[in-house]
């Protein structure tokens, strides 16, 4: 993987929040629509077990599911 990727909907605040945190902090990641992408829905479901988002999954594979700032952070070594 050559980008963290965030499973993510536009209507979702902490998943504007998280991709706020990434372009401040010039993280580069691949955000993935699952309202409107079925497929990728399900993906995000199977990573997190649940069907809370945002998920993000770390270059490491390490998934985070609706991290706050502090956590992205930690994640991120920031």
Sequence with gaps: ????????????GDCRR???WLRENRVAFTEVDVEH??????RAIEIAGR???????LL???????????????ALGR
């Design 51 to 57: 069907k809370n988002i945002p998920v993000i999954v």
């Design 18 to 20: 998280a991709k706020t």
């Design 1 to 12: 993987m050559e980008e963290i990727v965030l499973y993510g909907a536009q209507w979702c």
């Design 37 to 42: 992408d079925e497929a990728a829905r399900e």
């Design 60 to 74: 490491d594979g390490t998934v985070l599911v609706e991290p706050t700032n502090a956590e992205l952070a930690a």
